[in-house]
């Protein structure tokens, strides 16, 4: 699939590669998709053993590998811990090339994190002077990221016709096969929120059916079964459920806490599917908000509004689910009227679908 060249076909050979033997292998061969293709196919399931190798491996053949490729692979490994290590090692260096990954990493993070987004986090990339065309092709998927969160989709798709072919020419194929699949996750997402539903599902299953790209890029691969999932919402219970399920349950199988955030945003949205589809209603779930929408839909609406006002008085403001949610608590059509116009806004067009005359009247039989 990814990186069919690989040399290394067992641990035995690692270790002696790892102890300077490399006059053992075709030193041609010998290159980061070579490195990392060896270890998917030895360690498929062991995240642990493979970072290990690589670490040896790194610290050892520092010519070998760029240190921009780890930074990608930790990430898209969901280990921020390594790559905060790494990026303060390459920082002590002093490369000016690898300041210059660390700055687009450092303020990828910060997005990651919700500290960082739409016109701010465009702002920030904007500044970054890179130093050759693989940090170029990157701060313009960063550059993406920022215009996908502002809502605005129709720029964003007119530089995605640009990126996307610079990405489809690059030499490194681990780097090629991890942007595309970036671009490929945010085009989805842009697709759910336009409520082009069909395209998205397209986008999804074009992923899906690699099935080889969840061993090299785990928590990138698990959203689209979430992004699939939520296709349905509206539609079918069963299918909605099954496809975020699959998501939640791969995220589950990746090792320690690297898919912590991501893991908790699938079980927010299948608690948000069993309340709007008031199907098994009897659990507590954990997210705040969402706890606020399943008392709404058992009809402990004045519970439900001492959470919401709890949120607004401890984030300053609500979020468009959480303006609907306070809406129906309240049964006040012009909160409800805000939150459709935050929803517009946002040019959430998916979701926008809460506010329409069925899915109302459904709330507002739960709740009356």
């Given at each position: 699939?990814v ?7 067992d641990?035995r ?8 033997k490399?006059?053992?292998?075709d ?10 293709s060896?270890l998917?196919e ?17 610290f ?24 905060e ?9 002093g490369s000016?090339?690898?300041?210059t990954w ?19 986090l465009?702002d ?23 215009i ?6 129709e720029p964003?798709?007119k530089?995605?016709?640009v990126?996307?072919?610079?990405v489809e020419?690059?030499d490194?194929?681990?780097?090629r ?12 997402t842009?697709y ?13 299953l074009?992923?899906i ?22 296709t349905?919402?509206f ?7 099954y ?9 589950l ?21 069993h309340?709007?589809?008031g ?5 507590e779930?954990?997210d ?11 009809g ?11 949120l ?6 609500l979020?468009?689910?959480q ?29 926008l ?6 899915n ?9």
């Amino acid at each position: 699939m990814v990186f069919k060249d690989y040399m290394i076909k067992d641990d035995r050979q690692f270790n002696q590669f790892l102890l300077g033997k490399m006059n053992l292998f075709d030193a041609s061969r010998i290159n980061s998709n070579s490195i990392l293709s060896s270890l998917n196919e030895l360690y498929r399931n062991d995240y642990e053993k493979q970072k290990y190798f690589l670490q040896d491996y790194y610290f050892n053949y520092l010519d070998s590998i760029k240190s921009n490729i780890l930074m990608e692979y930790y990430l898209m490994q969901g280990d921020i811990e390594e790559l905060e290590t790494l990026m303060e090692i390459e920082r002590e260096r002093g490369s000016k090339d690898m300041q210059t990954w660390i700055t687009i990493y450092q303020i990828l993070l910060k997005n990651q994190k919700g500290e960082l987004s739409g016109t701010d986090l465009i702002d920030e990339i904007f500044k970054v002077k890179n130093t050759n065309s693989e940090s170029l092709i990157f701060s313009l998927i960063v550059h993406l990221y920022g215009i996908q969160e502002t809502g605005l989709f129709e720029p964003f798709h007119k530089v995605l016709t640009v990126v996307a072919p610079m990405v489809e020419l690059m030499d490194n194929e681990y780097l090629r096969e991890a942007y595309k699949i970036r671009l490929m996750e945010m085009e989805a997402t842009t697709y759910l929120y336009m409520n082009e539903i069909e395209q998205c599902r397209s986008k999804c299953l074009e992923v899906i059916k690699r099935s080889e790209l969840q061993f090299y890029f785990p928590i990138v691969y698990a959203n689209f079964f979430h992004i699939l999932g939520q296709t349905y919402m509206f539609e079918n219970f069963e299918v909605a459920k099954y496809w975020v399920e699959q998501s939640r349950n791969a995220l589950l199988q990746l090792s320690g806490n690297r898919a912590m955030d991501r893991t908790q945003y699938t079980v927010n949205t299948l608690d948000f599917l069993h309340s709007f589809w008031g199907i098994d209603i009897h659990t507590e779930p954990t997210d705040e908000a969402e706890r606020a929408h399943r008392l709404i839909v058992q009809g402990r609406v004045d519970e439900a509004v001492d959470i919401l006002e709890g949120l607004k008085k401890k984030r300053g403001y609500l979020t468009s689910y959480q303006l609907f949610y306070y809406g129906l608590a309240m049964n006040d059509d012009s909160m409800l009227n805000v939150a459709r116009d935050v929803f517009t806004s946002n040019s959430n067009y998916f979701y926008l679908q809460l506010l329409s005359t069925e899915n109302l009247h459904k709330y507002k039989k739960k709740t009356n």
